[in-house]
């Protein structure tokens, strides 16, 4: 068996071989342009159909502010508003607390508690015991990731009966007390921007908590002994060195958080009230693109109009999501080569 | 609270249960069953899924389906023969009809209140609201329940100080279109302003939320809000319900007996299409409607399922009007429906 498994690697490769590798390279090169081919049909296909809608309304249509089929006056101006407010918001939320979990995950305080509770009780080299600081971690992680995992309508549905009624006091006293303060000048009556940020900030804190855990993984522990030597302190050595190296990875995990936050649809649907205004209040109910397509295609049926119409909402929606997306991937790409030298 | 998150868990039940569309758990159609497909209004939708349960059980060999997609929704469908009938709270206009080859026949199945309901911790069904207050609260210039024109009309109550929130129908729909008409009938700045139809540009960006129940529910889970909804679906959810201030003057609260006062107030021309977007009559009820089933005049492409329509229309206006008080709509005067039943008769095979 040897002998043979040997003398097969040393002969050239048969005609089967070839063939069949030719084959292989072929059939990934078809399915890597079929994937590209699919997404170009899909703007093409959205392009076109969007056409009437272009060529009726033009630019006019980003910046008005009107939607009335009846009339055929259509404007996406507040859905745009919408749909930035509300991600913006939620990115606020989640990057705070999406890098404070992927900070408490790497830079082992999760661990070092564990492992001091465990040496208090006397089994931190307890063959069993002694895994614990490293499982607690792993679980933590997986927990977070697990976020991901809950289907949009139930986080929609968490939202309308938990998020709103536990919120809506502190919300309408601070309206009440503070209501010359433009982010507080509406009272929150139910679906509005802030629950709507609050959920969506949720659903994004994983990509962002498991994209910067990514970045301070590849922080070279170089720089982390380094700084530690020169005396630093752990939390001089957190925002002096780690947080700056990883700095480039974490804007890049935000940056896609963004664009996973842009595009959110059913959550946002049920929870920000699908109110065709523009507001500064956090409390007040609004719209965003995608839930304005989610809302009204399904009986735009057959309304060319309107059809054409919500194409064009749903060109502008993934224009915008796609160039931050590559805004995204181009600032992770970067960091990351960046970091290499430092390996 | 329990009451309140109860009735929160019926009215999204419901809208669920709304939102899903019929499947097909039944065997699919053999030989002898013949399947007639209608859509459209949200409206009369307890109504006719009614008559359907009842019309099954001594017609086996029929299924009728009816997908409660909207009135706006549910006209297209029919106006491009996607449907064997249609149904609209809006009826049709002649323009439309006249785009059918087929011919169109109008046949009024059942009529209904619009009621306004709100959500006011304290505050029972009954809340007397004047024309133009009303007017005023959907375009958005009374924006306090404290407001003392709010006020003035019920010096009983004590309103607390809190917004209104104005929910409206997001698709295109046979109660908005009554809602709105009565409005600009009574208001010149409506009719100059957002004007009626189906789907509206609401004044200030009212909430939007999809077919009756969808109103419903968010008017219920608001403090604060304020919606119109089909009067028996408020009814049987337990929603408070204004009473509105008719022509007359008089405060009217919905109900079968005022609907039909409504109705007695609006005699049918030949065609069967006719609005009254504000009634004559001392306790007539200011905003109800009709609502149609829309069929073709001509079936011969399909002579069994026009057969089976036809006869299934004309039990629901005959035998199947019994139906109508308990669900909360107005029965259908025996004149009024006899007219519709000779009009059936022309229908063709």
């Known amino acids: ?66 939607w009335d089929p009846n009339r055929e006056q259509y404007g996406i101006l507040p859905e745009i508003w919408g749909t930035m407010y509300s991600s913006l918001l939620a990115l606020l939320i989640g990057t705070v607390f999406g890098v404070a979990v992927a900070i408490f995950l790497n830079e082992g305080y999760l661990g070092g508690a564990t492992y001091g509770i465990l040496k208090l009780f006397g089994v931190h080299l307890h063959p069993v015991y002694s895994r614990l600081p490293s499982a607690l971690e792993n679980l933590l992680k997986n927990l977070v990731e697990l976020l991901a995992a809950i289907p949009s309508v139930v986080y929609g549905l968490w939202g309308i009966f938990v998020v709103i009624p536990l919120i809506r006091p502190a919300c309408n006293w601070l309206h009440e007390n503070m209501e010359w303060f433009p982010l507080f000048s509406t009272p929150l009556s139910g679906p509005g921007m802030l629950p709507a940020s609050l959920v969506l900030a949720i659903m994004i804190l994983p990509t962002i908590a498991a994209i910067s855990r990514d970045a301070l993984v590849a922080v070279p522990p170089k720089l982390r002994e380094a700084s530690y030597g020169l005396g630093a302190t752990r939390w001089e050595t957190l925002l002096a060195v780690i947080l700056p190296t990883a700095a480039g990875g974490i804007f890049g995990a935000v940056v896609l958080a963004f664009g996973r936050a842009l595009g959110e649809t059913m959550a946002l649907a049920m929870l920000v009230g699908n109110a065709n205004r523009i507001s500064v209040s956090l409390f007040s109910p609004g719209n965003t693109l995608a839930a304005l397509l989610a809302n009204n295609f399904a009986e735009a049926g057959g309304d060319e109009t309107k059809v054409a119409v919500l194409m064009y909402a749903g060109l502008v929606l993934m224009a915008i999501t796609l160039l931050v997306n590559m805004f995204g991937a181009f600032i992770l790409q970067r960091s990351t080569a960046g970091l290499k030298g430092l390996n | 609270m329990i009451g309140r998150h109860f009735i929160s868990f019926v009215v999204l039940a419901l809208f669920v249960v709304g939102c899903t569309q019929p499947q097909d758990v039944e065997p699919l159609p053999g030989k002898d069953v013949t399947v007639v497909r209608g859509a459209g209004a949200t409206f009369p939708n307890p109504l006719y899924g009614k008559w359907i349960d009842e019309y099954a059980v001594d017609h086996p060999n029929v299924r009728i389906e009816y997908e409660s997609i909207g009135s706006g929704e549910g006209t297209k469908l029919f106006l491009n023969q996607l449907v064997d009938f249609g149904a609209s709270d809006a009826a049709l206009t002649d323009e439309q009809m006249e785009g059918i080859d087929r011919g169109v026949q109008l046949v009024p199945a059942t009529a209904g209140c619009v009621t306004i309901v709100y959500n006011v911790d304290g505050v029972p069904s009954g809340l007397k609201l004047p024309r133009e207050v009303y007017t005023d609260i959907f375009l958005d210039k009374i924006r306090w329940w404290n407001d003392p024109k709010i006020q003035d009309a019920n010096p009983d109550l004590e309103l607390p100080r809190l917004p209104i929130a104005v929910v409206a129908r997001q698709d295109g729909s046979g109660t908005t279109f009554a809602f709105t008409k009565h409005l600009a009938t009574i208001s010149d700045e409506w009719a100059k302003g957002p004007g009626a139809g189906k789907e509206i540009d609401w004044p200030g960006g009212a909430m939007l939320a999809a077919g009756n129940a969808g109103v419903a529910t968010r008017v219920s889970r608001v403090p604060g809000g304020i919606g119109y909804v089909e009067f028996g679906l408020a009814d049987r959810i337990g929603l408070t319900i204004a009473s509105l201030e008719n022509k007359a003057g008089n405060f009217v609260t919905p109900s079968g007996a005022t609907g039909m006062e409504t109705l007695k107030n609006a005699p049918l021309p030949e065609n069967l299409r006719a609005f009254f977007p504000d009634p004559e009559g001392e306790t007539s009820y200011p905003i109800a409607t009709y609502t149609w089933l829309l069929l073709y005049k001509d079936y011969s492409e399909s002579p069994e399922v026009g057969k089976e329509l036809k006869a299934f229309v004309n039990w629901c206006l005959t035998d199947g009007q019994r139906f109508s008080e308990d669900l909360g709509y107005i029965r259908l005067a025996p004149e009024i429906a006899e007219k519709a039943v000779t009009a059936l008769e022309s229908i063709k095979l």
């Open chain 1, 1 to 66: 068996m040897e002998l043979e498994t040997a003398s097969e690697i040393s002969r050239p490769p048969s005609a089967f071989q070839r063939t069949s590798d030719r084959v292989f390279r072929a059939v990934s090169l078809l399915f890597a342009w079929a994937t590209i081919l699919v997404v170009l049909y899909i703007v093409w296909e959205i392009g076109g159909q969007s056409v009437p809608a272009l060529e009726q309304y033009g630019f006019g249509f980003l910046t008005g502010q009107t």
